[in-house]
């Protein structure tokens, strides 16, 4: 008979959703940016290194604040470090709205990573850790969805303010809107119970449980808790005192849970994420939108799709479980890497030619296609528009005016000439009829990468530690994500001139093919197992192509009713333990 799930309690829902709001942060800061800077790239005259700084900056100090993090929610409690978050996050905002020049703006820049990188290593493992087992992962998608919310949401700020030159001050400013109503939520909301029982505040701990289960489930819950507590006491006893970096390496089930969950950050974001953001404007371009701001705009309902995703996943996760969203997403993500890497080589090989040279264009000059034309940062192509189509069997390669990208320096897309001829300025992107073909397969790529790849590899990482390891380990792993994302943040522009972007998309597509070989070994299924439970999965053997519900393990119960260790250290095989008289299966708990 299937037993029957409670409901989640009012006190749950609010918990989550003020949780979630760091997650909206998260989203918003990456979605507002790459709007943001199509005004300070006028407003400050930004180079090419000043636009990757302004970028990279945020990044490189996420990734610094996630490694922080794990360590800071271990000592400080998972409250302490989000309203730490939310308090930076709030200064952050304010220094960037109010900035009076692009040296100011980099570092608030840096300090909105700082709170954006506290956010994202502690608020799924808060959720996590407050969640019954039947809802936790519908919980931490919660933050998943919140986080293409902020994204899709940042597209229409980004669209609603791109028509005044100061709009990106308002941009950069209203992100201090959800930080501040988080700030003053988690002022009464509780800690973590399981950080709680951890540091020995168990009244504390069971007056939450109960808020969230109730006072039956919530007595069960907290002895479960308590027990899992009492034997990681005893390891760390033994320990005597080791940090909880050495102890991490040398536990083999908990060492490959890191490796797996730094595995899934690192695959979700050379699977070509931000790739496939980062063309997003330029796909719309080359399907025949010439306006700056009605690409936003689009841009902004492109981006929705993935959100659209995370929402399915919101209702599959409960029910086909983790392992097998991540397999068929990540699969159908190496088909439509494949698809628009086949929809770029297209766009390139009826790339029309550069075949009239104006004599004072400079380098520009000497290519002599639109796509070797667009890969060089200093140069765009000038065509004439073929009716209301995009399709061109020539124009010229020019200088790009640096004061205003909108404009070429000479010729026929200078300021002067295009005020009065029907010429049309592509600054990134080549004239093609296969643009729609690119535009379809990155709406189907945002779809399938919220379904699975987007919110899963959060999921995960709340669930695969135990709670003595959750901080550290999920801040290494949320560190493997940011640091990834620098990786392709600063190599992407020269990845695509030394290997074409299409060359970039099929690369792309093998790495994820690489990335579904590693998960299927190593991902075992977590889908409504308790917490304390899921890290015995990793001690069985290596490949993981089974699912967890039909891999029968054993704990051991000793006479005394006391559960031991799950298996020995340093073996793959069960503990024998003097005196105890019953072997009880762990998928029975």
Known sequence: MTEHNPSLTSFIKVLTFFA???????????????????????????????????????????????????????????????????FIFTIGAGVMAGTPNKEVLLVGRLVVGLGVGLAATTVPVYIAECAPPHARGRLVIVN????????????????????????????FGLSAVPAIIQLIGFLFLPESPRWLVRHGHHQKALEVLKKIHGSQQAEKEHEIIQNSER????????????????????????????????????IQQFAGINTVVYYNGTIIRMSGVESDTVTLWLAAAVSSCSLIGNLISLFLVSKVGRRKLVLGSLAGLVICLIFIGVA?????????????????AGICASYSTCSDCILEENCGFCFRQNGSSYVTNSGSCLPVDKTDIKHSIVGMCSEIYNKTSDTVWGYDFCPSSFGYMALAGMVMYLLIFG???????????????????????????????????????????????????????????????????????????????????????????????????????????????????????????????????????????
């Not at 990044?59 to 400080?76: K, T, Y």
């Not at 986080?147 to 990106?168: D, K, L, M, N, P």
């Not at 770029?344 to 029309?352: H, K």
Request: aromatic share 10%; net charge neutral.
């Open 231 to 266: 034997k990681q006491k005893r390891i760390e006893h033994e320990q005597k005192g080791r940090s909880v970096v050495l102890q991490v390496l040398e536990t083999p089930a908990v060492r490959k849970a890191l490796i797996v969950g730094c595995g899934l950050q690192i």
């Open 144 to 171: 998943g969805c919140c986080i293409a919310g902020g994204t899709a949401t940042a597209g229409v700020i980004a669209g609603s303010f791109s028509y005044f030159s100061w709009g990106w001050r308002i941009m």
């Open 451 to 589: 379904q699975g790849m987007g919110p899963m590899p959060w999921v995960i990482n709340t669930e695969i530690y135990p709670t003595w390891a959750r901080g550290f380990c999920n801040g290494c792993a949320t560190a493997a994500n940011w640091i990834s994302n620098l990786i392709i943040s600063m190599t992407f522009l020269s990845l695509t001139e030394a290997i074409t972007r299409y060359g970039a998309f099929f690369l792309y597509a093998g790495i994820a093919v690489i990335g579904f070989v590693f998960l299927f070994t190593l991902l075992p299924e977590t889908k409504d197992k308790p917490l304390e439970d899921i890290v015995h999965l990793f001690a069985r053997p290596v490949c993981s192509c089974c699912t967890g519900e039909s891999y029968v393990q054993y704990d051991i119960v000793n006479t005394e009713g006391e559960e031991e260790p799950l298996l020995n250290d340093t073996k793959n095989e069960v503990k024998t333990i003097p005196g105890s008289d019953t072997v009880k299966p762990l998928n029975a708990l």
């Open 344 to 360: 770029f080589l297209m766009i390139s090989i009826t790339a029309p030619s550069a075949d009239i040279v104006n004599p004072v």
């Open 20 to 86: 979630a709001l760091g997650g909206f942060l998260f989203g918003y800061d990456c979605g507002i940016i790459s709007g943001a800077l199509v005004l300070l790239k006028t407003e400050y005259n930004l180079s090419t290194l000043w636009q990757q700084l302004i970028v990279s900056i945020t990044i490189g100090s996420a990734a610094v604040a996630a490694l922080a993090g794990g360590f800071l929610n271990d000592i400080l409690g998972r409250k302490r470090v989000i309203l730490l978050a939310s």
